[in-house]
C-alpha cells in the first residue's frame, strides 16, 4: 500500500486541530487555510489535541527563551502544521524554520501557501524572494521541503537547499511521525542528528504504554486505515521513549504521559477548555492520556533541566 496512509494522518490531524479551533480550545487563524472540512469529534478528542498543541509549543518557547534568535527549528513529518505562523504573530525571532514531510504532502501545503495571501505575506514580512517548486518553497526564514526523513542522504541534500546551519542550536519536532517509521530507520536518524548537530532538543510526540487492551485498540484502527506501524516498539513505555534518545549518541531524555502534561497546564487555562463541552467519561480522556506521551532529547546540558510545568 505504500506510504499513502501514513500521509493521509495529516488531514486527520489537521482536520481534528481545525474543528477543535473552531470551538475555542486555542487561537490559530492560518489552520482554516490548509483544511477546509470540519467535522465534530468527541470532546476527549478535543481535549486530546489541545494537550498535544498547547504542550509542544510551551517547550518551543521553552527552548527559543534558552537558546535564543539565532536558534532554529526543523519540524519533521510537519504536515500542515501552523506554528510558523503562530511563532511569527507572537514576534518571535529565529534564525531558520523548516518543514519537512513527503513530497506530496509539501506540494499541497506550498501549493496553499501560495493560494492564501494571509499565509504567504507573513512568509515575504521576512523577505521580499519566495523561491517555489513543485514540492518546495523557500523564503528569507521559512522553508518548506519534500523528504522522505528515512533517506538521510536525500534530507541533507535538502537541509542545504534549506540554508540550515549544523552549528546552530536547533528544535527538532516530531508531533506524532516517529510511531510510523521503521526503528532501524529512526535509530538512523536520531544518531545522523546527535553526529551532525552540536547543540539541540528534540520533542518527540507519540504514543506510550501500548501493551493492553486500549493500546491493541489504537493500533489496530491505524492498522485498518493500512498504516504499518513499524515504529512501535519504542511506544511500549516512557522508559523506551527515553532510550531511544540515549541509544543513538543524545546526552539524555525525559518523558512524560500526557495525564502529566495535561495536570501541569495552568489551573485557570485547564478549567477555561474543560467548560467548552461538557465530558461524559473522564476515564475514557484519562485513558487517552495514559497513551500519549511527550519525550524530550537532548544534546547538550543547556536544556537537561527542562520540565513539563510552566515555570
Ligand atoms: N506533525 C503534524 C501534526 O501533528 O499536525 C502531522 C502529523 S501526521 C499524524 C504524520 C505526518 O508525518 C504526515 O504528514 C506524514 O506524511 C509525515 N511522515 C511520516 N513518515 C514520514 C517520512 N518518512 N518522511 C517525511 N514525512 C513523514
Avoid at 482554516?32 to 478528542?45: D, G, N, S
Amino acid at each position: 500500500m505504500g506510504d499513502e496512509p501514513v500521509m493521509a494522518t495529516n488531514d486527520d490531524a489537521s482536520e481534528c486541530k481545525r474543528g477543535a479551533v473552531q470551538l475555542g480550545y486555542w487561537n490559530d487563524k492560518y489552520i482554516q487555510y490548509f483544511v477546509k472540512h470540519v467535522e465534530k469529534r468527541a470532546p476527549e478528542i478535543n481535549r486530546g489535541y489541545y494537550a498535544r498543541v498547547k504542550s509542544i509549543e510551551t517547550f518551543v518557547q521553552k527552548f527559543i527563551s534558552r537558546a535564543g534568535s539565532s536558534s532554529q527549528i526543523l519540524n519533521l513529518g510537519s504536515g500542515f502544521d501552523t506554528l510558523y505562523w503562530k511563532l511569527k504573530d507572537e514576534g518571535t525571532q529565529i534564525a531558520n524554520f523548516v518543514e519537512i514531510d513527503f513530497p506530496s504532502v509539501t506540494a499541497k501545503k506550498c501549493y496553499l501557501i501560495k493560494k492564501n495571501k494571509p499565509l504567504l505575506d507573513r512568509i515575504y514580512d521576512q523577505d521580499g524572494e519566495v523561491k517555489l517548486s513543485a514540492t518546495d518553497l523557500h523564503a528569507g526564514n521559512y522553508h518548506c521541503i519534500g523528504a522522505d526523513i528515512r533517506n538521510i542522504n536525500q534530507l541533507e541534500i535538502k537541509l542545504h537547499q534549506a540554508e540550515v546551519d549544523f552549528n546552530r542550536p536547533t528544535l527538532f519536532i516530531a508531533e506524532c511521525v516517529l510511531v510510523y517509521i521503521e526503528n532501524e530507520c529512526v535509530n538512523k536518524l536520531l544518531s545522523w542528528i546527535s553526529s551532525k548537530f552540536k547543540t539541540g532538543l528534540f520533542i518527540n510526540y507519540e504514543m506510550c504504554n501500548i501493551n493492553d487492551t486500549f493500546g491493541d485498540v489504537m493500533l489496530g484502527n491505524l492498522k485498518a486505515r493500512g498504516c504499518n506501524m513499524s515504529g512501535i516498539a519504542y511506544c511500549k513505555n516512557l522508559e523506551s521513549q527515553k532510550l531511544r534518545f540515549l541509544n543513538n549518541g543524545w546526552q539524555g531524555a525525559k518523558a512524560w504521559d500526557m495525564v502529566q502534561i495535561y495536570y501541569s497546564i495552568p489551573d485557570n487555562e485547564r478549567l477555561r477548555i474543560e467548560r467548552l463541552e461538557f465530558l461524559d467519561e473522564k476515564e475514557l480522556l484519562i485513558q487517552l492520556f495514559q497513551h500519549y506521551c511527550i519525550c524530550l532529547g537532548w544534546l547538550n546540558p543547556e536544556f537537561a533541566d527542562f520540565t513539563c510545568s510552566n515555570d
